[in-house]
């Protein structure tokens, strides 16, 4: 794996593909059966560690800053299921992938390492210039240790790992032997910083070398406890924090200013605390308790200003300025999960019933164009203040009163119930049965936009999924037969239906696109 990451281990399965985020060396997705990535359910030790909002492509938290969440060092196996007929494991429509960590034992181990290179390591540009990598680098190192505080009874095991790249956004300028070429002399940028100064008091940036810095660490620890014979207690904390330097266009066609540029900065946090506990000679319970956070936000590394694009050749325009997009824009994520599972093993029959909840809270900060974007038809253009385009976002007081950048702030429930029977006909042949129901519901009512219902009779903004319209059942029903009494040829089989959690992203935007909180303007 040259990323040390789930996704590249996960890829063994042959079921499983792999989708490239953004980045010429971003963290992987897994396809599976062809499905998108954000509809797997990602597991660690049995918790839910999806990036729920489901905005980076590999489906992780932390994907979004090209960032693992978790090393590869802490984990001791990694398994894919494509269609499991165990009614506990749901919450995907393409795969399901459990990551089990290190726990410690009696004895202490643990491991070192490091991976780097950098410039001396990549070969000179393929054009005629034959220019080195300046300023680049990749650089990964952690380790992991793990043993007993207590012998036989309290155990520990610690990983930590970082990584820090740095990579040139490579463009000359009016260079026709460079291969990526931006073909406007320096002298007509020079203009386009001077006017910015000279006319709107505004500090552009430069056009030289750019290099984006994208750095992540991560830190899981995990306790284990021996309670007592019929009782084992876990506590587990991962943490990951990710940046990812942005926006800086730099090609053929567009150049940005080092004035677009921004971070992006996304920190995770998880605990977990399971319980597992023998409650009689038949009878077991499960009990997993986990609360996430992920906060993802974007920070401008110049002062407040609109986005200015300036067309500057038949095909080329210089940008300056925040990115629309970035200008206000951040995301807070909260999930809260609840698994309980009780099994009674009767004879030849092992019964299970239990119940899975997530509490999932979103607070979402997306305004485009929150100081404005503005379009030039030439640098003249630009000197004058006349531009040909303009478009502008702004809150409307009469809705969320005096708060200039609203959020579009919900909140929804996942609720599961589900019962099974693992029947063992015969030494050779098990069947298994089960059903499980599970409801979405939302709590958050969306702003009512009466223009829109007006206009569309019938339809609303304010309307959400009712409980008893998207209740999900889900039976199930499957075999194992030896065929051959050795474990040889075992052949596997069964049917069923499957559900899984949409992306919230795609329901966030009846919250924050009602047309009643933002207001919009457009010209040109």
């Given at each position: 794996?040259?990323?040390?990451?789930?996704?590249?281990?996960?890829?063994?399965?042959?079921?499983?593909?792999?989708?490239?985020?953004?980045?010429?060396?971003?963290?992987?997705?897994?396809?599976?059966?062809?499905?998108?990535?954000?509809?797997?359910?990602?597991?660690?030790?049995?918790?839910?560690?999806?990036?729920?909002?489901?905005?980076?492509?590999?489906?992780?938290?932390?994907?979004?800053?090209?960032?693992?969440?978790?090393?590869?060092?802490?984990?001791?196996?990694?398994?894919?299921?494509?269609?499991?007929?165990?009614?506990?494991q749901s919450g995907f429509t393409g795969g399901l992938v459990n990551v089990i960590t290190r726990g410690g034992t009696n004895a202490t181990h643990g491991s070192m390492f490091f991976y780097g290179r950098n410039q001396d390591l990549v070969g000179?540009?393929?054009?005629?210039?034959?220019?080195?990598?300046?300023?680049?680098?990749?650089?990964?190192?952690g380790g992991r240790i793990g043993g007993a505080i207590l012998p036989s009874e309290l155990f520990y095991h610690v990983t930590a790992e970082a990584r820090l790249r740095s990579t040139p956004v490579d463009v000359g300028l009016n260079d026709?032997?460079?291969?990526?070429?931006?073909?406007?002399?320096?002298?007509?940028?020079?203009?386009?910083?001077?006017?910015?100064?000279?006319?709107?008091?505004?500090?552009?940036?430069?056009?030289?070398?750019?290099?984006?810095?994208?750095?992540?660490?991560?830190?899981?620890?995990?306790?284990?406890?021996?309670?007592?014979?019929?009782?084992?207690?876990?506590?587990?904390?991962?943490?990951?924090?990710?940046?990812?330097?942005?926006?800086?266009?730099?090609?053929?066609?567009?150049f940005s200013l080092s004035s677009q540029a921004n971070m992006f900065r996304s920190i995770n946090n998880q605990t977990v605390v399971q319980l597992n506990s023998i409650l009689g000679e038949s009878l077991a319970n499960e009990l997993r308790v986990s609360?996430?956070?992920?906060?993802?936000?974007?920070?401008?590394?110049?002062?407040?200003?609109?986005?200015?694009?300036i067309v500057v050749g038949a095909n080329q325009n210089v940008s300056l300025g925040p990115e629309r997009s970035s200008q206000a824009n951040g995301l807070d994520q909260y999930l809260i999960a609840l698994t309980d599972d009780i099994t009674h093993v009767a004879g030849d029959h092992t019964?299970?019933?239990?119940?899975?909840?997530?509490?999932?809270?979103?607070?979402?900060?997306?305004?485009?164009?929150?100081?404005?974007?503005?379009?030039?038809?030439?640098?003249?253009?630009?000197a004058d203040s006349t531009p040909n385009f303009y478009r502008v976002s702004y809150a409307n007081p009469a809705v969320v009163g005096s708060d200039p950048t609203p959020r579009a702030a919900w909140s929804m429930l996942q609720l599961g119930v589900y019962a099974m029977d693992e029947w063992e006909v015969t030494p050779e042949l098990r069947l298994t049965g089960g059903v499980r129901l599970d409801a979405p519901i939302f709590l958050t009512t969306p702003y009512e936009n009466p223009v829109f219902a007006a206009r569309f009779p019938g339809l609303s903004t304010s309307k959400v999924p009712s409980v008893g319209s998207s209740l999900l059942v889900a039976p199930r029903i499957g075999f194992n037969w030896d065929v051959s009494g050795d474990r040889t040829l075992v052949l596997r089989g069964g049917t069923g239906l499957f559900t899984g959690r949409i992306a919230a992203v795609w329901l966030s935007n009846q919250y924050s696109n009602t047309g009643m909180d933002i207001f919009r303007a457009q010209l040109g």
């Open positions: 794996t040259i990323n040390r990451s789930l996704s590249d281990m996960a890829r063994l399965n042959p079921y499983t593909n792999q989708t490239q985020t953004a980045g010429s060396d971003g963290t992987q997705g897994v396809s599976i059966m062809g499905m998108n990535s954000r509809f797997n359910n990602f597991q660690i030790d049995g918790a839910v560690a999806n990036d729920v909002f489901a905005l980076g492509a590999a489906g992780t938290a932390g994907s979004l800053a090209n960032a693992n969440v978790l090393s590869l060092d802490a984990i001791e196996r990694l398994r894919v299921n494509v269609s499991p007929y165990d009614v506990r000179l540009s393929p054009d005629a210039n034959r220019r080195p990598f300046d300023r680049f680098s990749d650089i990964s190192f026709p032997f460079a291969l990526n070429n931006f073909p406007v002399a320096p002298s007509t940028l020079d203009k386009v910083i001077q006017v910015a100064h000279d006319r709107y008091g505004y500090d552009a940036g430069t056009y030289e070398p750019y290099v984006a810095q994208n750095n992540s660490y991560n830190v899981i620890a995990r306790l284990d406890w021996s309670i007592s014979e019929t009782s084992k207690l876990q506590l587990r904390h991962n943490f990951t924090h990710a940046i990812q330097d942005r926006n800086v266009f730099r090609d053929a066609t567009r609360f996430t956070s992920t906060i993802d936000e974007r920070l401008l590394s110049t002062d407040p200003f609109p986005e200015v694009r019964l299970t019933f239990g119940t899975h909840n997530e509490f999932s809270r979103f607070n979402n900060l997306f305004i485009q164009d929150y100081y404005g974007s503005y379009q030039f038809s030439s640098v003249e253009a630009f």
